[in-house]
């Protein structure tokens, strides 16, 4: 829990500037009166151009609300902590963080994932390619990539990237420091 | 070559030096075991002492020396532009911050410390040459000099080293953009030791910092305008390919110039020109430009580093220019390891509050120790102005010294250092492309959270800059095509699947080497053998090699004949050997027509073979049934004459293929392996094997291969490559094919194969839950349909009533015509629009014909 806290001391002040205003009236660092719902998010002009926006604005709300308290906005938030070398060596059996390099690629991992069996079908996988690519590409030529990119992944051949070959297949990336924000400056 | 006067005695001298250089690093390269523990930078040093030994022994007195002018103005341009050219630029920019700080605040201080300390030193009469005459400014326009980590060294060192991309990029970065320090620095410190201490006022020290600033931005300014002109001007150089690289090379060195005019930082300029061009300049140029501008690059730097060390080495032979004092040295050597381990920790310190990844204390001793001093000090020390600078030649032999130490001494212990401390090393792997993609997504995934909490970090930055270079940047300096096209997963995937296809080559294709393997420039236009070779190794995985090669053993030279018969055939479209016109001119290298439809032809042969090899794999089953299929309708051929193969719809193909016994299968390919001579080709060895081999045994006795159980178009698709054999070209789809395709398949097949892939075949049911829960209604169906329906259906699609009808009649009155309808849509996706010759329709007729 108290990780939490940490985390709420370092974003706090970040993330009321943005929500703020006249979303949220913050008395104090925990409290949260009002609730800013999906059309707030949506509101944020660089979101809009996002490609990733709006999966980006899902994993922020709870399955089927369609709005988040303070905490849960923090929760979420905590993903992107970067880890600390003093963390790294305590607390083994302890709960991980929410910081921890699983827990980051689960949240990228929930993007792709939509239908949430924990699997990233091959129709998913378009999906996203779909919205990271331009337009220029064709729809053929996206479908061999994402074929190719399953393949690459995938090893017990169901044709699916389940998040067990996720991690696998990243697992030569820096994902702590790709996935990690600074919120403090 | 760099002994520019004319010199009496020993000219020949010159070319015997140059003649030296590149044997020997030959020689280092050849000898592993050398190199693998000394750098070559060290033994090249060491080959200059020697030379330069020779040098003196015969002349009597020393020769040759690295001319600061030669050395600024042609040696070191071709290093920083290489350098700055390759440089990762995301790694660099990711880590700008880490660089410009120890570039410029650890530059500074090195310097100014070095400097004050050896004054110190000088002070306390530690320095027992009365030579020695130099006061404050004399100091510390040394350490100016003397304390800027050397990009030549350090590249040299580090390349061998191969510790982690992020320790990497901090050093060289620093060695790179402490230039503009350092050349302020040294301008400043030389005019006030020429105005002597006295006359210096307080406005002097203004103008220096200002003109810190003006040196720096200036370069950077000049750099990035000469970066965007060069990748404007490539932007129009369609017709003129031949000078693409010319212009990089030119632009580039332009700008070098041009900043060294302006006394502005060349380096500076060079680096950034080359970080911000790449982008551009690479979507622009050819493919052989690329090729021609990496290794012109590439040899160009090298060279220049090899000639910067031996001449580094025959100088210092030169000892009418130095004077030696132990207190300069020793003090020199200490104070420089020294200052730049303690600047280091504490920038290190600061930094680590704002970085992501914080430095570790291993990465620190390497930063520290990997300072390396190099020939841009050496060069600077001899442009000294001996009347200004009295102790100059004091100067030179510390600087040789400290020079020879951190190349020689370091350099030879940085790579033990380093795997003592296990620091982390650098994994070269290639790049996949789930890595790329999921770190497309991550960047998005950390812009959008920096979106919502209102942070204006980095990765909003980068996502600004992203967007501002789409909209515009690219649009204006990218050419329409290039822009198109430009997408960094496709680049990815794009260049896998180049690499396998060079691999399946290698393994497989011993009759085309991969060295034909066109490398085209519009990704689009081989998207079809692209996804071809992606769904191959989908499919087979690695053992796809093994029976690649059982193919082509067997199909290689088949496909070579009926290419030759072919050009026969076409006379008029590809041209036999050596009916070429020899064309000359100097801009233009014309694209060899022999070359181009050899690529061509490649291509194609490529792209049938990896369909083949697909549907082989895909379609074991299929084949079988085919050729079942195919004896069946042949006996009905026999009593009912003129009529072509019955049209069978897809759904019947299915159960007659489920009770397929194995015996049966033997027959079969035995079957097939004589039809093989009649022009129906089979491959009978490849299917057997891939049989054996893939069958699932779970279901084996109910099903022979339930798991690649194929779905009509793909079963037409096994056609295609066969019938393309024969007719090398255009006619991949047999009459057969078209008509077990059904109507309704065929407009998805009219559509692409690929698309129709997608559609309807799952791929690799073998294994996946998922698809094994549709597979086993669907198996559990078959067999009772089978029973049920195999001799009424077997009868039915002998005679389908009403497609054969209608066709047949058609077929019977203009067969071609009817062919030519099913088949156009077909070639349109397979040929890339390439219509379909009249000549091959003949032909296909033909051969038809002579089969019944």
Not at chain 2, 43 to 49: A, D, R, V
Not at chain 2, 587 to 609: A, G, L, T, V
Request: proline letters at 5%; hydrophobic letters at 40%.
């Amino acid at each position: 829990m108290c990780r939490m806290f940490q985390c709420y001391t370092e974003v706090n002040c970040d993330a009321c500037r943005c929500l703020t205003d006249e979303l949220f009236v913050v008395e104090h660092a925990r409290t949260a009166i009002l609730q800013p719902t999906r059309e707030d998010f949506q509101r944020i002009p660089e979101l809009a151009i996002n490609p990733l926006g709006d999966r980006i604005i899902n994993a922020f709300f709870p399955e089927g609300e369609d709005q988040v308290n303070f905490r849960g906005f923090m929760r979420t938030l905590a993903h992107f902590r970067p880890i600390e070398d003093n963390e790294k060596s305590k607390d083994q059996n302890g709960p991980e963080p929410l910081n921890s390099r699983s827990n980051k690629l689960h949240f990228a991992f929930r993007l792709y994932d939509l239908d949430k069996d924990d699997k990233i079908s091959r129709d998913e996988l378009l999906q996203v390619l779909r919205m990271m690519v331009g337009v220029n590409i064709s729809d053929e030529q996206l479908g061999s990539i994402a074929d190719r990119t399953i393949q690459e992944a995938d090893q017990d051949g169901d044709c699916a990237i389940s998040f067990a070959e996720f991690v696998k297949v990243l697992e030569k990336v820096d994902v702590e420091q790709k996935m990690s924000i600074r919120f403090l400056h | 070559m760099v002994a520019g006067q004319p010199s009496e005695v020993l000219c020949p001298c010159a070319p015997l030096a140059d003649a030296h250089i590149l044997p020997s690093l030959l020689v280092f390269h050849l000898s592993r075991k050398v190199t693998s523990v000394v750098p070559e930078s060290c033994l090249l040093i060491l080959l200059g002492l020697g030379l330069g030994g020779i040098v003196l022994a015969v002349a009597k007195k020393p020769k040759y020396q690295l001319e600061p002018n030669m050395f600024f103005l042609f040696l070191l341009p071709p290093i920083v532009l290489d350098s700055g050219y390759f440089m990762p630029s995301r790694l660099f920019f990711d880590n700008i911050g880490a660089i410009l700080t120890y570039a410029v605040v650890g530059t500074l201080w090195n310097s100014f410390t070095t400097g004050t300390a050896l004054w110190g030193l000088h002070q306390a009469g530690l320095m027992a040459d009365p030579g020695v005459e130099a006061g404050l400014m004399d100091f510390l326009l040394f350490g100016s000099l003397i304390s800027a980590v050397d990009p030549v060294a350090v590249l040299a060192v580090f390349e061998e080293v191969h510790v982690n991309e992020t320790l990497f990029i901090i050093v060289f970065g620093e060695s790179l953009l402490n230039d503009a320090v350092t050349v302020v620095l040294y301008k400043v410190f030389n005019s006030f030791v020429e105005l002597g201490p006295a006359h210096i006022h307080a406005t002097d020290y203004v103008k220096g910092v200002a003109s810190f600033f003006l040196v720096s931005l200036g370069g950077t300014a000049v750099g990035l305008l000469f970066a965007f002109l060069l990748a404007l001007i490539t932007r129009f150089t369609k017709r003129v390919r031949i000078i693409e690289p010319l212009f990089v090379f030119l632009l580039a060195y332009v700008a070098y110039l041009a900043a060294e005019m302006v006394s502005l930082s060349a380096i500076l300029a060079v680096t950034f020109c080359g970080i911000c061009c790449k982008k551009y300049v690479e979507a622009n140029i050819s493919q052989k430009s690329r090729t021609t501008v990496k290794y012109t690059m590439k040899t160009l730097a090298s060279s220049s580093e090899t000639i910067i060390f031996m001449f580094l080495g025959m100088s210092a032979v030169d000892t009418s220019k130095w004077t030696w004092d132990t207190a300069l040295v020793l003090g020199t050597l200490f104070f420089i390891l020294l200052f730049r381990a303690v600047g280091v920790v504490l920038q290190t310190y600061v930094l680590n509050r704002f970085r992501l990844i914080p430095l570790d204390r291993i990465d620190q001793v390497v930063m520290s120790y990997g300072g390396l001093r190099g020939a841009v000090a050496f060069a600077l020390v001899i442009l000294l102005d001996e009347a200004k600078v009295k102790a100059k030649d004091y100067f030179v032999a510390t600087t040789i010294v400290v020079v020879f130490f951190t190349v020689i001494v370091q350099g030879l212990t940085i790579k033990p250092l380093v795997t003592w401390l296990k620091v982390k090393r650098s994994d070269h792997h290639k790049p996949t492309l789930n890595e790329e993609l999921h770190e497309h997504a991550f960047d998005h995934i950390l812009a959008a959270v920096e979106d919502i909490v209102g942070h204006h970090g980095y990765h909003y930055w980068r996502d600004k800059w992203e967007q501002f270079d789409k909209k515009y940047l690219s649009q204006l300096l990218m050419r329409k095509s290039a822009y198109k096209l430009r997408d960094e997963i496709w680049d990815v995937y794009y260049k896998l699947n180049i690499r396998d296809a060079i691999s399946f080559v290698d393994q497989g294709g011993h009759v085309l080497s991969a060295a034909k393997l066109a490398l085209p420039s519009m990704p689009s236009r081989t998207s079809m053998s692209e996804s071809s070779v992606t769904n191959l190794l989908r499919e087979s995985g690695s053992g796809a090699c093994l029976d690649l090669q059982v193919i082509d053993t067997v199909r290689s030279r088949r496909d070579k004949e009926d290419a030759a018969m072919h050009h026969v055939l076409r006379g008029s479209l590809y041209k036999p050997r050596r009916r070429y016109k020899a064309s000359y001119s100097r801009h233009f290298i014309s694209p060899d027509k022999q070359e181009r439809q050899d690529k061509e032809i490649f291509r194609q042969n490529m792209k049938r073979r990896l369909e083949t090899f697909k549907s082989t794999k895909h379609n074991v089953c299929s084949s079988k049934s085919k050729a079942r299929l195919k004896e069946k309708g042949r006996k009905k051929e026999a009593g009912k004459e003129g009529i072509h193969p019955p049209y069978t719809p897809c759904v019947a193909a299915a159960p007659v293929l489920v009770t397929v016994s194995s015996d049966e299968e033997e027959s079969d390919s035995s079957e097939t392996e004589r039809e093989d001579d009649e022009g129906i080709v089979f491959i009978a060895r490849a299917t057997d094997e891939v049989l054996q081999g893939k069958t699932t045994p779970g279901s084996l006795d109910v099903c022979p291969s339930p798991c690649i159980i194929p779905p009509s178009p793909t079963l037409a698709e096994k056609e295609l490559p066969w019938k393309g054999d024969q007719a090398d070209l255009a006619v991949y789809v047999s009459s057969e094919t078209t008509k077990i395709v059904p109507v309704d398949m065929q407009k998805a097949w009219n559509q692409s194969i690929s698309s129709l892939e997608s559609i309807a075949s799952p791929p690799g049911i073998e294994t996946g839950a998922q698809h094994r829960r549709f597979a086993r209604p669907m198996l559990e169906k078959q067999p009772q349909s089978a029973s049920q329906a195999t001799p009424e259906q077997i009868s039915r699609f002998q005679f389908p009533s009403h497609i054969s009808k209608s066709s047949r009649s058609k077929s019977d009155s203009s067969p071609e015509g009817v062919e030519q309808q099913e088949l156009q849509p077909l070639m349109g996706t397979e040929e890339q629009g390439r219509g379909l010759p009249s000549a091959e329709h003949r032909r296909l007729a033909f051969s038809r014909a002579s089969h019944i």
